[in-house]
């Protein structure tokens, strides 16, 4: 096909994602919207509170500018450069914000300060690199520039051209993706000696410590994915992959990560609590009491819980 048709062919794949992406989006909001009234807003604030506010609404504006940009409303050129820019900076700090999250279940698991320093010492060279990556692979022009694509006097759009191969972008994903890795261990690893534990007690796992390794794994799948893509986007992608990429990073982040931090919040709204720890108020109903105290409790108030 000729370069205009081209251009139109990607305008049109464009628009098609970014009315998606703001219909998903919006949708999502208006499902859980009751529901953050019940477990935000008529409720004393707490740490996850503002973690949850952080990435719920954050990650709903990056989400707005992603799909009003490139076409669907007309940005000029030096104003879009900095709208990507914003994009992209604003997608590594929503990353991080999602990383902080789970390095604080884990501390509400393990219970454990030694476990949160060393997590929160090996978090901070993670941020660095993403600093990097903003600044070497999404913020200088000899790797990325925009460019404004004139099909007919109305219709114009700005795009972004990749000037590096995606070896860079891969590399640089490589120490998150053993930092998630770590992470999603640590998780699974109180799950076992959990498990392990209550087998020998012949009682049933602990409802909020498998919830939130299993939300863990999907952090880490997301994550993982989301780094993929990233990479990906610097090879030479037909247009419809590319979208469909796009797509996905642009929504599918800003949806589960929200999602599920209320989620725990409504389950243990829906259940009774025998205990709930300073420390973990925000996402379970769990203390470490001494086995034998914690069966006996347990077997007194809710005897199915027995295996």
Request: with cysteine.
């Amino acid at each position: 096909m000729s370069e205009i048709e081209a251009s139109l062919y990607a305008l049109q794949w464009n628009n098609s994602m970014s009315v998606a992406v703001i219909t998903i989006i919006s949708y999502e909001y208006i499902l859980q919207f009751e529901k953050e009234v019940k477990f935000v807003w008529e409720r004393q604030w707490s740490v996850m509170t503002c973690l949850y506010l952080a990435v719920r609404y954050f990650g709903i504006l990056i989400a707005m500018f992603s799909a009003c940009w490139g076409g669907q409303i007309y940005i000029p050129e030096a104003v879009s450069y900095g709208t990507f820019l914003f994009m992209q900076w604003g997608t590594s700090v929503y990353s991080c914000l999602t990383k902080v999250i789970l390095i604080w279940r884990l501390y509400a698991l393990y219970q454990s300060k030694p476990i949160l320093y060393v997590l929160l010492g090996l978090f901070i060279p993670i941020v660095a690199l993403y600093i990097a990556v903003d600044v070497f692979l999404w913020s200088r022009p000899s790797a990325i520039s925009i460019q404004e694509i004139i099909i007919a006097p109305s219709i114009k759009y700005c795009t972004a051209f990749f000037h590096t191969g995606p070896m860079p972008a891969i590399y640089t994903s490589i120490p998150v993706i053993c930092y998630d890795i770590l992470l999603v261990v640590l998780a699974i690893t109180i799950l076992v000696k959990h498990m392990k534990e209550r087998k020998e007690l012949q009682m049933k796992p602990n409802t909020y410590i498998v919830l939130i390794v299993r939300y863990h794994v999907i952090y880490f799948v997301m994550n993982l994915a989301v780094q993929i893509f990233s990479a990906i986007m610097w090879a030479d992608l037909s247009t419809a992959v590319m979208y469909v990429v796009l797509l996905f990073s642009d929504s599918v982040p800003f949806i589960i990560v929200p999602r599920l931090i209320i989620d725990i919040w409504e389950t243990h709204a829906n259940e009774s609590c025998v205990h709930v720890s300073t420390t973990f108020e925000d996402c379970v109903c769990w203390t470490s009491p001494p086995p034998l105290e914690e069966h006996e409790l347990e077997f007194r108030i809710d005897p199915d819980n027995l295996a």
